[in-house]
């Protein structure tokens, strides 16, 4: 998967989750469907926002959904996912652009494709999909040459830039491609006034894409010798910085332009995850919950803080209203000083109240522990889906749920928004 728009499943919430999961999947299977398996590698984040705001204009419609059968990415689960012509745009988008980076490193010559055999072979690839994502394209209405032209111009684009360059006209064809993506859904949609609007936000989200790459890759790029944006044109980080603020408060104002089914998705993705894609590469940000919910907690262990917000979380520290401890060493904690011992299981008073945890299963044996982590491995639920462990039998969260640059404790900066369902006025 790449992608700059990674959202936090912790932050989504299980409305967001759900739907932001059936649209991945359904860019997923439309890749499958239209263009067979290979064609699935291109899946990507960002992809995935042609088919939201395509379903976020239209509303939910008669087939929308569908119900896809088991997937070792979804821990062999069924799950309903995204069906129509949205995740189909959003397939030919992927095949193009992901074509564009094959080319890219080819021209790079990085890594394997720096040998000639490898290089052709990824260029013949590269050809097909461009192919294939036009084929899909028409068939939508949608002319996928205006992404191909600007892939074609990019590298004309780079050869001429130098040190006083605006790095604006380095991100030009990228932001061309998305505004033309971004426009079409508005078409699939059947609300053709939204397109202009629509154009703008895809060009402000190309500019962020590209320099946020740029960022993201400044110092590899250094040390490999590779063009970067940033270093060519000698744009320092605090220009970028800015430059992705305000295509943050374009796109927000863009947005409110648009005249939406339901914006829910669309917004959080495209206002608070983009914000957070911002400040997670340029280092501003820092996960809540990651040593919480990956580490786990057992029974008898100091639960830690979640997050920033709730230091008093902890135990042995002070509460937060400053009057001494909390946990289990507390004045008037259960079992503390003056106070009866704790009932339920473990404690003196038996096994039938309140007070005690559920009774934990049996640890599982070495070998018994080793079959079950290879099942789990082999089938993807230790990183895509909620788990036992596989000795432990705790319940573990997917590894890939271990987010980095979010803050699990304030779900967003503006006033009146809520974790399961976006309200805010930004």
């Known amino acids: 998967m790449f992608g700059i728009v990674r959202p936090c499943a912790h932050r989504l919430g299980e409305r967001f989750k759900t739907e932001w999961t059936a649209h991945l999947c359904g860019l997923c299977l439309a890749l499958r469907g239209d263009h067979g398996q290979f064609a699935r590698i291109v899946t990507n984040y960002d992809g995935l926002l042609v088919s939201v705001l ?28 995204a069906n129509g012509e949205g995740a189909r745009l959003a397939a030919a988008v992927s095949l193009v652009l992901a074509s564009a980076k094959v080319r890219d490193h080819v021209a790079d010559r990085d890594g394997l494709l720096a040998r000639a055999p490898i290089a052709a072979a990824a260029r013949r690839v590269a050809r097909g999909w461009d192919r294939a994502g036009a084929r899909t394209g028409a068939s939508l209405g949608f002319d996928t040459a205006v992404l191909v032209d600007a892939v074609d111009r990019q590298g004309g684009i780079e050869t001429l830039a130098g ?30 006034g939204n397109g202009p609007a629509l154009a703008e936000a895809g060009r402000y989200f190309g500019r962020l894409a590209h320099l946020l790459d740029a960022v993201e890759d400044r110092r590899a790029d250094a040390e490999a010798g590779a063009w ?125 109240g309140f007070g005690g945890p559920p009774p934990q299963k049996p640890r599982r044996g070495l070998l018994h522990g080793c079959a079950v982590a290879i099942g789990l491995f082999c089938t993807c639920q230790l990183c ?11 319940k573990r969260d997917a590894w890939c749920d271990n987010c980095d640059g979010c803050d699990c404790c304030d779900c967003c900066n503006c006033d009146g928004c809520c974790c399961d369902g976006c309200g805010c006025d930004c």
């Open 54 to 81: 395509t379903e976020a204009q239209s509303g939910p419609l008669p087939g929308a959904r569908r119900t896809a059968g088991p997937c070792p990415l979804r821990g062999m689960r069924t799950a309903p996912v």
């Open 163 to 192: 040190p006083g360059t605006p790095v604006l006209v380095v991100t030009e064809p990228t932001e061309t491609a998305t505004a033309a993506a971004f426009a079409h859904t508005a078409v699939l949609a059947g609300r053709p």
């Open 228 to 352: 970067n944006p940033l270093t060519a044109t000698g744009t320092s980080l605090a220009e970028a910085r800015r430059l992705c603020d305000d295509a943050l408060r374009g796109i927000r104002l863009a947005l409110r332009e648009v005249e939406f089914a339901d914006a829910g998705l669309a917004h959080r993705l495209l206002v608070h995850e983009l914000r957070t894609s911002v400040d997670r590469a340029f280092g501003t940000s820092s996960c809540g919950h990651t040593a919480a919910h990956s580490a786990g907690q057992g029974y008898g262990q100091p639960p830690r803080g979640h997050g920033t917000g709730a230091p008093h979380a902890a135990y042995g520290q002070a509460g937060p209203y400053g009057g001494g401890q909390v946990g289990p060493y507390a004045p008037y904690a259960p079992g503390g000083p003056g106070m009866p011992p704790p009932m339920g299981p473990g404690g003196p008073g038996g096994g039938g």
């Open 384 to 394: 895509c889906t909620e788990h036992e462990g596989p000795w432990s039998r705790q």
